[in-house]
């Protein structure tokens, strides 16, 4: 579990997987229950399949 709490939170979840599997992520914050608070909140979550 995460908790993030703060005046300005910004979390951003960036995945991909290529061709043979491989499992990449940059800059990601991962968390199965995740509870935030704040006074400004920004949350961005891409993903992508990339071929080839």
Known sequence: ???VSGGSVNIRES???D???YFGSGGAVYAENM???GGNITI???K???DG
């Open 44 to 46: 961005t979550e891409s």
């Open 48 to 50: 992508a399949l990339v």
């Open 19 to 21: 061709e043979d599997g």
């Open 15 to 17: 995945t991909a997987q």
């Open 1 to 3: 579990m995460m908790i």
């Open 35 to 37: 509870n935030i608070s």
